[in-house]
């Protein structure tokens, strides 16, 4: 149970560390067109394979695509994808999302 609350918190802290750092929308916008291919141009999927990012809470998508980078959130997909994102380019990407309706 200790290790399970320790885990929690870390997530969280994880995330709410994202909040804190307002990303710079056009920027993740530029840097959004290899998320195009499966999540859609403008953040809607064509496809229930994949999530609509358009919309979400930045934090939520900053702490997702964190999550995706260190290996906490386990993904064949998405892992790699993550790997290459410094924090700037998750933080930037998640403003770009958020700002979707």
């Given amino acids: 149970m200790k290790i399970l609350s320790v885990t929690i918190l870390a997530a ?15 920027a993740g916008k530029a840097k ?8 859609g141009a403008n953040g809607i999927s064509n496809s229930p394979m ?5 919309g979400q809470k930045e934090a939520y998508l900053a702490g997702a695509l964190q999550m995706y980078k260190d290996g906490r959130r386990a993904n064949a997909m998405m892992a790699p994808m993550a790997k290459g994102l410094s924090d700037t380019d998750i933080a930037n990407l998640a403003a770009y999302y958020s700002s979707l309706k």
């Fill in 32 to 39: 959004s067109r290899t998320c195009a291919g499966c999540h």
């Fill in 50 to 54: 994949w999530p609509n990012l358009a």
């Fill in 12 to 26: 969280a802290l994880s995330v709410a560390s994202f909040s804190v750092f307002a990303g710079d929308p056009e």
